[in-house]
């Protein structure tokens, strides 16, 4: 798993010392399976270890959903309220691969209600545990909790029933996550949580004026659960800054003491927090995050609402309309200290800016005869734009223009739009030249466009530019969504940034284009007399 680091105190070498299962009064199973006839398909487990204080729980009844039109496919879903006790028990049974749905009033223990799945791959060794911060199939509340996972080796052959929408959305709606193509790796695995037993939250204090002259003092609270000893818990603070980890400072709770002081040498620019306890182990830990010491708002006021109307192209691009507004920067206010950095400092900002950008990877989106959707998407991604636009497409025209060019919402926002004179003969720049003229007079910054010359133009990709993002499109613009196609985000977008800036200074305006365009019919010879 990923952000997850293992438990390894002695204490847990053996099933027989697993003092982690102290402060848990409740475990609920939850369990998802495909009915094929009467063969039950483990598709998704989970068990859920409930601390003392939290009420007890229901278990639910049977939810049925048929699968499919013929045959006796049925997909289903239950919740299991037990002991602890009795979740471990079968949790370890599934393991050595006894795999059933568990005892209850109306489901009393036999062989006819065994389930197929496994064999599992246990991870870590059981029983031992690691501490997750993302647990993609749990509640909120429970991220950060100690888990345990078990993953099937076997491929679920009826995966492509599953991925018919009904079905996957039905799954969804009883286990809140994706399981058939988001989070797939889960499909016919286990997993085991168990959330900090020991306390709810850690809750924090910057002090005003620091302490024994250090630069920084906080002072940090944990907020115990009900009844439960904080007696041996440590607490330790890494703080990290563009350059380095900083040494950690460590300090123990008593049950006298929820409360403890740090002194920092160094202002905190980074921090990261772990708590360990003799006797559970690991109980949360947290990467170096940054501190917010400020907070910018822009307030803008929306001056202007006003409908689009897309003429129609063909019988493949009908007339469409949508509605877009237009905002006015009013003010822009500070709330905190701001930052006085260093021009050193900014420019290991900046470099760690692009190496995270470059390690974000790359995003896709697949249309297909849904153009209104894939028009959508675009006008969105455009509408995020803060400082600059650019579509590069040689295919891009008045359609074009109006379809995707007034989804700019601010007003610091320059649209710039890089097409061919090839595309715009016959008349289309003209056409592009009236849109310009009679849709934007109320943008602060006119879009401006220009065209690379030549048939073909040096262009063939199409590309569009979202500060300081690059999105790659398959089809033009003008036709997105209609045929199968992909829209994909560049994960190194400088140098595809860096070539598009040179195309744009080859370009030639449209403007001086239109131009010459007219001076050239005016010159042009008239036929013999």
Known sequence: MTQAQIIEPAELATSE???WLEGYG???VHLAWLRDYQVRHLLFGM??????ELPAADSSHEQRHRAASKGGLYLYYRRFAMPVEEAIAWYEAAIEGNLALPASDDNPPQSSRTMQGGPFCTLPAWPRLVVSNKLDFAPDWMQGSRAHFLHTKCSLSQHELLRKPENSAQLKRWLHFDLVDLYQDYLGAICLIAPNPLFRSIKKSHLDE???GSVETVAYKLVARANQSLNGTRLEIVNENMLGRLTPVAAVFSDDTAIKVFEFAEEFDREGRTVTHPRHGLLCWNEPAPLIRAIQLDL???????SIEVPARGKRRPRSEYEVSEYQQESSTVIGTELDDSAIQIQIAEAQHRRARRQKGASQRWFHDKPEDAAKFIRDTIGSARRKVMIADPYFADRGLLA????IRSPDARLKVLTSAAYL???????????LDQTFQTYPLTPKVRLLLGDPPLLHDRFLVVDDEVWLSGNSFNT????AGMVVRLPDPEPVIAHLKRLWKEATSLDAWLKKQSSNSQTRPGPPS
């Open 480 to 483: 997105i969504g209609e045929r």
């Open 210 to 212: 620091p302490r024994g």
């Open 300 to 306: 803008a006021v929306e001056s202007l609402r006003k």
């Open 425 to 435: 003969k016959n008349g289309v720049g003209s056409q592009v030249q009236k849109v």
């Open 26 to 28: 409740q475990a609920v």
């Open 17 to 19: 010392q697993r003092h």
């Open 404 to 407: 995707f060019g007034h989804a």
């Open 47 to 52: 068990v859920e270890l409930r601390p003392l």
